[in-house]
């Protein structure tokens, strides 16, 4: 008896570790992403004053998620672990509760941009994660003691989900879960150019039955009782249906305020966004003048989009003159104005490269990872389909191997 409830003791405890080693492990994918949610937590709680930690706090505390449902998997410190988990998802149950109550407009990030939950969701989630720990606590008696390989196995993970937080704060996430994703189609592109995407054909089918010498058509939701008889099917085209796919928008606003939206919906345009022009250091000024400069040379067509009014950007202009010495007349002829909550979407990285291509999203780079002379000449040449689908599967694989890998250690080791 002794066995079977350690046994289930420790499959409750596989389960809200599973759960918070996912939810911490998406979060830590996309920091900044995470940093906007605690934003918005700050805000709900009245405590703005708190935001300028909101990065940090995005950070330790997908960390401290992950590094617990690793503990919670691989059972280690159990009497520690347990009363770390009971006091989180007590934490974490008051907040869903004042969701619920107050229903502000905004969403859980339980598991950041990957899954959206509504407060009543949420709410329940907790209650059952709440309810999961309770069975893989109580009693306290009766946790067990882990096995010596297991240290092995958590150090392990621990040293990769470091490593993965290093990495996501240097670069973009691996797999991109917003709406500006590889393949994503500007709503401009239609509008100035009248691309749209190609319709798929919509068929509906129409049953035939016979009853006393007469025939009548009937449709799928609506077929006659056993008295009448099959006779046939014949299936007729009823319309057009779009494919689905993800419409976004990308304001380009000149300096007299006028939308060049259309200036993103050629062939090659390599877009730099800064989302924080304010707080970038000139020294990266300077190298996005470089590469918007590269980029042009390769017949791309270079943008630079600014989360600034214009007044602002002529600002941010004159203190890179006088403060860098730099001949900002390249960057000003490429400059143009957009919105704080679409560049930050767009790119994580602030002062990062979007490609588009007719319109269509190829694919993104950070900061810290902007093609060289040499990528961007092959890039210039390389057919965009042939982009598209290498950078979109390659962050894919990828995570899916750290999360195989992980969960191998755990369970396995």
């Not at 996430?173 to 749209?196: K, N």
């Not at 104005?337 to 588009?356: C, E, H, P, V």
Request: charged share 20%.
């Amino acid at each position: 008896m002794n066995a079977v409830l350690e046994r289930t003791k420790r499959f409750c405890g596989y389960l809200v570790g599973i759960a918070f080693f996912v939810s911490g492990i998406l979060k830590l994918m996309d920091p900044v992403g995470t940093g906007l949610i605690v934003e918005e937590y700050y805000r709900f709680l009245h405590l703005d004053f708190l935001s300028f930690s909101s990065g940090v706090a995005a950070i330790a505390l997908s960390l401290t998620e992950t590094i617990l449902g690793a503990a919670l998997i691989t059972g280690l410190w159990r009497r520690t672990v347990a009363v770390a988990m009971l006091a989180v998802m007590g934490f974490f149950t008051l907040i869903s509760i004042a969701l619920l109550i107050f229903n502000p407009p905004m969403d859980c990030g339980c598991f950041g941009e990957a899954v959206h939950l509504t407060h009543l969701q949420t709410f329940i989630k907790n209650l059952v994660l709440s309810a999961l720990c309770c069975a893989s606590f109580f009693p306290f008696s009766a946790l067990g003691t882990p096995k010596k390989r297991k240290y092995v196995a958590f150090s392990l993970v621990t040293a990769g989900v470091v490593t993965f937080a290093v990495y996501s704060v240097m670069y973009l996430p691996l797999v991109d879960f917003t709406d500006y994703t590889a393949s994503a189609r500007l709503e401009a592109s239609e509008r100035h150019y009248g691309r749209s995407v190609a319709p798929e054909e919509e068929y509906e089918a129409v049953f035939i039955y016979e009853k006393n010498g007469r025939t009548r058509e009937f449709s799928l939701d609506d077929l006659p009782d056993s008295t009448w008889t099959y006779v046939s099917t014949e299936v007729s085209e009823v319309g057009k249906r779009r494919t689905e796919e993800s419409v976004v928008s990308l304001p380009v606003i000149d300096r007299s305020g006028e939308y060049h939206d259309e200036l993103a919906t050629g062939e090659k345009v390599m877009v730099v966004s800064v989302y924080a022009p304010e707080s970038m250091p000139l020294w990266k000024w300077a190298a996005v003048d470089r590469y918007l400069r590269n980029v042009e040379e390769n017949g791309f067509s270079p943008l630079l989009l600014v989360a600034a009014s214009p007044e602002t950007t002529d600002v941010i202009m004159d203190r890179i003159r006088n403060q860098r010495n730099m001949d900002t007349g390249f960057l000003e002829s490429v400059l143009y104005s957009s919105d704080y909550k679409t560049l930050i979407t767009l790119n994580r990285s602030n002062g990062g490269a979007t490609l588009f291509n007719d319109g269509f999203l190829l694919r993104k780079w950070s900061f810290h990872a902007l093609p060289g002379p040499g990528r961007t000449v092959e890039l210039s040449s390389e057919d965009p389909t042939e982009t598209l689908l290498s950078y979109s599967t390659v962050g894919t694989l990828s995570f899916q191997a750290i999360l195989l890998y992980s969960f191998a250690v755990m369970l396995l080791l």
